[in-house]
């Protein structure tokens, strides 16, 4: 895993980190505010808690590494219709219909007091 690309040519920039990853996981933290996302622009509500990822590794020297990877959210794609792309008023209903759906699914199997659905994207 490199941070930046392999130089090709004069001037470009050498990787800044390159490690080897050994095991990986995630655990939930607090926002840090100014770091991470402190209000989803789905809601609007304040995010409490945010996934970090966790990655156990070693460099090309050998050097042991544990790096905490910020910012990253899960994501879920869920095709639609193609008419749906082509009427703004309908489509915009049923996404949202959707992913309210979705949020009240989510808060019925996990907490009910947490927002889950931070932001959305209509490809």
């Known amino acids: 895993m490199s941070f930046s690309p392999e130089p090709s040519t004069p001037g470009t920039p050498s990787p800044v980190l390159s490690v080897r990853i050994v ?5 939930m933290a607090p926002s840090l505010p100014g770091f991470d996302f402190s ?3 789905f809601h ?3 995010v409490e808690e945010v996934p970090v990822i966790r990655i ?3 460099t090309p ?3 042991k ?3 905490h990877v910020h910012r990253v959210l899960p994501y879920l794609y869920v095709p639609c219709q193609e008419e749906l ?10 996404i949202t219909g959707l ?3 979705l949020e009240k699914a989510l808060q019925v199997s996990q907490s009910p007091f947490v927002s889950y659905i931070v932001h959305f994207l209509v490809l």
């Open 65 to 67: 590494t544990c790096l």
């Open 44 to 46: 609007g509500d304040e």
């Open 61 to 63: 020297a050998g050097q």
């Open 99 to 101: 992913l309210s759906d």
């Open 23 to 27: 095991s990986l996981d995630y655990y």
């Open 39 to 41: 209000r989803s622009p």
């Open 85 to 94: 792309l082509h009427n703004i008023e309908i489509g915009n209903s049923y």
């Open 56 to 58: 156990y590794g070693s």
